[in-house]
């Protein structure tokens, strides 16, 4: 196993292969927990970075371009970034920001209506 000089354990080290279905359902819980406003947009992204890709910060940022710095600042609910760059710290978890009516009825009919189409 590796480690770093704190004597904790690399991310990567610590990776679990995670079958599609289980990867699916891990979305798909994070997004329900973020419309019940139970977990904050930088939770769910942290949340999904460790769990799915169980990379740190710095790794994750190379991928979706940005920088670790601001990768942190949203994981900490502390960014002024604006919609583009929250999209683009989303993309590599597979989630990106949607507008919703913030009415519970409407939010279940557009939805609905768009997985119907």
């Known amino acids: 196993m590796t480690t770093k000089n704190n004597?904790?354990?690399?991310?990567s080290s610590k990776r679990e292969n995670i079958t599609s279905n289980s990867k699916d359902e891990l979305i798909l819980d994070t997004c329900h927990a973020l419309m019940a406003k139970e977990i904050t947009t930088g939770q769910a992204l942290k949340k999904l970075r460790v769990s799915l890709l169980?990379?740190?910060?710095?790794?994750?940022?190379?991928?979706?371009?940005?920088t670790r710095k601001v990768i942190s600042e949203i994981e900490?609910?502390?960014?002024?970034?604006?919609?583009?760059?929250?999209?683009?710290s989303l993309r590599g978890v597979g989630l990106n920001i949607a507008i919703?009516?913030?009415?519970?009825?409407?939010?279940e009919?557009?939805?609905?209506?768009?997985i119907n189409e």
């Open 7 to 11: 004597g904790r354990a690399t991310l």
């Open 54 to 66: 169980s990379i740190n910060q710095d790794e994750y940022a190379k991928m979706v371009g940005l």
């Open 76 to 88: 900490r609910d502390k960014s002024k970034s604006n919609v583009d760059v929250l999209n683009q």
């Open 100 to 107: 919703l009516p913030r009415d519970k009825f409407l939010q």
């Open 109 to 114: 009919q557009v939805l609905k209506s768009d």
